[in-house]
């Protein structure tokens, strides 16, 4: 069997998902619950994908 036709369009529309769940968070206007529940995803997933992703003021350098 070959991989479905649009695998490439939803790896970038989970990443694009990914850094909704990131700014969400980081706006301190959702729990975890709030997002896992949103995201349809489990807390688990939810704290890993947290641990993953760089926060807003991490990316930012100063000079």
Do not use: K
Request: proline share 5%.
């Amino acid at each position: 069997m070959s991989a479905p036709a649009n695998r490439s369009t939803n790896g970038c529309f989970w990443h694009i998902r990914l850094a909704l769940l990131r700014r969400m968070y980081d706006a301190d206007d959702y729990s975890i619950s709030d997002l896992a529940e949103l995201f349809d995803v489990s807390r688990p997933t939810v704290y890993r994908v947290l641990q993953r992703t760089p926060a807003a003021d991490a990316t930012s350098t100063s000079m």
